[in-house]
């Protein structure tokens, strides 16, 4: 049991430091602005998407939350890297750009898949 809560808040860590504490933190920067319309992308898109990215981290990182919440932030997560690996990929072409999301995607399931076995193991010591 302790083995999986390790993994799950190593995996859980590294998505919201990726995925929401950075784009928190450079949304604004030239970078990140040339990078949204490299890609196609309105500016307002890097807003919305920030916003919702910093919500799901919230979610996911906070234990109290409900896990309803917590499948929708994991589904958000998911469908967001695989329209950033997608959209690299039609711009840049198959490159570190499109591949960098899924490996984010990677440790995103890892992350999903001992958040279930964390849970289960919870309630059946519930049950017992």
């Known amino acids: 049991m302790k083995k999986?809560?390790?993994i799950y808040w190593i995996t859980t860590s590294i998505i919201v430091a990726f995925d929401a504490l950075m784009p928190a933190l450079t949304f604004n920067?030239?970078?990140?602005?040339?990078?949204i319309s490299h890609l196609?992308?309105?500016d307002y898109f890097r807003i919305e998407l920030t916003i919702f990215k910093v919500i799901g981290g919230i979610i996911l990182i906070l234990p109290m939350i409900k896990p309803r919440y917590k499948e929708w932030a994991y589904a958000g997560f998911g469908i967001s890297l695989?329209?950033?690996?997608?959209?690299?990929?039609?711009?840049?072409?198959?490159?570190g750009?499109?591949?960098?999301?899924?490996?984010?995607?990677?440790?995103?399931?890892?992350?999903?898949?001992?958040?279930?076995?964390t849970k289960y193991i919870l309630i059946r010591e519930k049950n017992n």
Do not use: Q, R
């Not at 920067?29 to 990078?35: D, F, I, V």
């Open 29 to 35: 920067m030239p970078l990140a602005k040339e990078g």
């Open 82 to 95: 695989i329209a950033a690996c997608v959209a690299n990929w039609t711009v840049d072409g198959f490159s």
């Open 97 to 117: 750009n499109a591949i960098f999301p899924l490996v984010i995607l990677g440790i995103l399931i890892v992350s999903y898949v001992y958040y279930h076995k």
């Open 4 to 6: 999986n809560k390790i």
């Open 40 to 42: 196609g992308y309105p």
